[in-house]
T-cell receptor
């Protein structure tokens, strides 16, 4: 069993839909990192959070340390949001989930 | 642009050969992480260096080695290459050793072993 689990593995949505990607972890971490990997392979850091909620544009990330769970929300989704979204727990190193592949159709 | 530079971007080589992948971290970042991403495995942590010293080791094969130089750039050496080593290799850098630190990623080196 992976120390960081993401769900769903694959997600297809229509443009404009509200999207939620979940991340659960079973190890102690000091913070959680959400990243986005584009079809070309490039990785972009979206958020790093250790408590509460962060918002950037149409993206919102929340974390519940007691429940060891984090969610990434995308509001008013757009085809350009199509990518793989990865959560990673921060300890002395990054502990990775396997990613959620999101496809947003026009 | 994350500020992390990886070279080369693409590499094609034959089985049994040895290659060196290079990573220049963001200015001021002391930590470098190496990751391997193959089609069926997702991102696998290989190894981390901090200020020239190895700090954490993940699923790195004995055929692979890495080092971080005094100027903080890092090299990942892959030897006796096998077809299964074909993957995207990423490096990331951060300012400290890990906790509460964002990591910034390079664009990756795509290695194809034929």
């Amino acid at each position: 069993k992976n120390e960081v689990e993401q769900s769903p593995q694959n997600l297809t949505a229509q443009e404009g839909e509200f999207i939620t990607i979940n991340c659960s972890y079973s190890v102690g971490i000091s913070a959680l990192h959400w990243l986005q990997q584009h079809p070309g392979g490039g990785i972009v850091s979206l958020f790093m959070l250790s408590s509460g909620k962060k918002k950037h544009g149409r993206l919102i990330a929340t974390i519940n340390i007691q429940e060891k769970h984090s969610s990434l929300h995308i509001t008013a989704s757009h085809p350009r949001d199509s990518a793989v979204y990865i959560c990673a727990g921060l300890n002395r190193k990054l502990i990775w989930g396997l990613g959620t592949s999101l496809a947003v159709n026009p | 642009d994350s500020g992390v530079t990886q070279t080369p971007k693409h590499l094609i080589t034959a089985t049994g050969q040895r290659v060196t992948l290079r990573c220049s971290p963001r200015s001021g970042d002391l930590s470098v992480y190496w990751y391997q991403q193959s089609l069926d495995q997702g991102l696998q942590f290989l190894i981390q260096y901090y200020n020239g010293e190895e700090r954490a080791k993940g699923n790195i094969l004995e055929r692979f080695s890495a080092q971080q130089f005094p100027d903080l750039h890092s090299e990942l050496n892959l030897s006796s290459l096998e077809l299964g080593d074909s993957a995207l290799y990423f490096c990331a850098s951060s300012t400290t050793q890990g906790a509460q630190t964002e990591a910034f990623f390079g664009q990756g080196t795509r290695l194809t072993v034929v």
